[in-house]
């Protein structure tokens, strides 16, 4: 399989590696919403390389969040006109459902930040798996 776009990979939460893997156990459990299996099943790459690796996704979360928010407030209030209560109502409406897909989706672009695309990686998987 050649490289597949590094912003699909992370829209798919597939591991940045090779590209195949899930980055979260499905199906998707509210009580854990982010459950992260520790190794990738198809290349067994750390999904969690060292304590803390998540702590960068925060301000990815934040900075995609804010703008988003911004933007649901900005046409709100300018497109629609509706009053500043009415907007913040169907902005925590929208906040509320949006949550879990941008808490996802921060850790899934920032692993893919950090680790590159291996086309060997899956090869060494099975090489590891026959005793070579
Ligand atoms: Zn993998």
């Not at 803390?52 to 900005?74: D, E, K, N, P, Q």
Request: charged residues 20%; contains cysteine; positive net charge.
């Amino acid at each position: 399989m050649s490289k597949r776009n590094f912003l699909i990979n992370t829209l798919l939460k597939k591991c940045p590696r090779c590209q195949e893997g899930d980055l979260f156990t499905v199906p998707f459990e509210f009580s854990k919403p982010v459950d992260m299996p520790e190794h990738c099943p198809v290349c067994h790459q750390k999904f969690e390389p060292e304590p803390g690796f998540y702590y960068g996704s925060m301000f990815i979360s934040y900075i995609i969040t804010a703008f988003f928010f911004l933007g649901i407030i900005g046409t709100c209030l300018i497109v629609f006109k509706l009053s500043l209560n009415v907007s913040m109502v169907i902005l925590l409406v929208i906040a509320a459902i949006t949550y879990m897909f941008f808490l996802r989706m921060s850790r899934s672009l920032w692993i893919n930040i950090m680790v590159d695309y291996d086309p060997k990686a899956k090869e060494d998987k099975k090489k590891k798996s026959f005793g070579y």
